[in-house]
């Protein structure tokens, strides 16, 4: 009989961040698949589990390896950080089921980064908020400039995910320029890094503070909206409850 | 010596879904606050605790008796359907907080509904994506639908939270209609209903469909991108992995 693959979000990292289902997806198999430093979080937790890694622009061989050894008889676990579906592995395994008709799906959600740097800034996604990859690798730059500059145009919250990396050092103050085109250079703006992991820091900043900020790609960038505030150290975005005022 | 005040994402509503951090922020807990929907979920699990609840339009009365309980040395776990950040609690506590300097206030993410409803329709959204109530209480119309027509501008996949209520019966279907203008009758979407809740419903649909679907407060609705597809039961968008393609 074929094992059941289940696509996992594990949360940001620390395992109190992880809800039960996640954890009992990974205990319920005899595999844990996925990007390195993700399983790596997990080995010491689920020691017993044979792992499957491959390297991060290998998702579909990873994802073919996950649904071979499922079909072989043996559950596994491909675990994402953050959230399964949030740019993480759930839509290409979802893509490729058809192909493995024996095999069953469960995609199990998580704690995504815009959720969960958002609760160690405060409160910036209070109100309608717009999620944007700065990565270029799958999309072309003139989607993602584009898609940032609607956000702008909506006053949406934007919350930013792979802000850089080493081949896109610059592509977060690109995205600053584009923004500051359209937005004061008071904007509050924030970021937060290895959230719920070791070496957690976050930062709240103005937009053109942000412009200049080095991120790597353990950053999460949080860009507010007009009304975004700094309370004593917190990111604020108020959703109007307390004045009774609209928007 | 005064309490903490936790501001608590729940998750979508069933214990399996709640983090580990989030449960054990109301074990240490005295007092349980909250919408009294949301309160009713936890008495069962959490029986030992005091419970402080207000109707739904009292969301500044309620954070103040919050922080009065723990400013009296209780701590009180103020919680959140969801994220406690996304429409939820933590943004009016923390601007409430400068008021009550004495007491502590700490998030504690969840997962929400965009992501806990997209697990259940397949992988919705891979790709960036922008979240948008519907409700018009605390934000003028005109902002909601600008935002609705800049999000389809910008092939976002959208999200939307409190499509409907009593009083506003018809927004989804005004906000469909805003989209058809923009978008093909075919355009793949999905809604969620009662997520993780007893009574769990989900269905694929087209965005035609969508705008005669009677949707009712716990309902979660997704709309795809131009990318997105029905793939057997599932709503998946593609993010390009598959073919190396970008876009």
Not at 88 to 111: D, N, Q, S, T
Not at 151 to 156: I, K, M, R, S, V
Request: aromatic letters at 8%; a neutral charge.
């Amino acid at each position: 009989m074929a094992g059941i693959l289940y696509v996992v979000g594990i949360g940001p990292g620390e395992e109190a961040q992880m809800t039960p289902q996640a954890d009992e997806a990974v205990r319920q198999s005899q595999v844990l698949a996925g990007y390195t430093v993700y399983v790596d979080l997990l080995r010491e937790r689920y020691p017993d589990k044979e792992v499957l890694t491959t390297a991060m622009t290998q998702e579909e061989k990873r994802c073919r390896l996950a649904f071979e050894c499922c079909a072989g008889g043996r559950s596994t676990a491909m675990v994402c950080s953050g959230d399964a579906g949030v740019y993480g592995m759930a839509g290409l395994i979802l893509e490729l089921a058809p192909e493995y008709p024996e095999v069953a799906v469960r995609v199990i959600p998580g704690v995504t980064a815009a959720c969960a740097g958002a609760a160690v800034l405060g409160a910036p996604l209070m109100h309608d908020f717009a999620v944007i990859s700065l990565s270029d690798r799958l999309t072309p730059m003139e989607t993602i400039w584009k898609r940032l500059e609607l956000a702008a145009e909506g006053d949406f919250v934007i919350c930013l995910y792979n802000p850089s990396s080493k081949a896109r050092g610059d592509y977060l103050s690109m995205a600053c320029d584009r923004l500051l085109a359209r937005c004061s250079g008071e904007r509050i703006c924030g970021i937060v890094r290895n959230i719920g992991r070791q070496g957690q820091e976050y930062r709240v900043m103005t937009l053109r503070e942000l412009r200049d900020w080095k991120a790597d790609m353990f950053t999460t960038v949080f860009v507010g909206n007009s009304q975004t505030r700094r309370i004593g150290d917190y990111m604020v975005t108020p959703r109007g409850y307390r004045h009774g005022q609209r928007g």
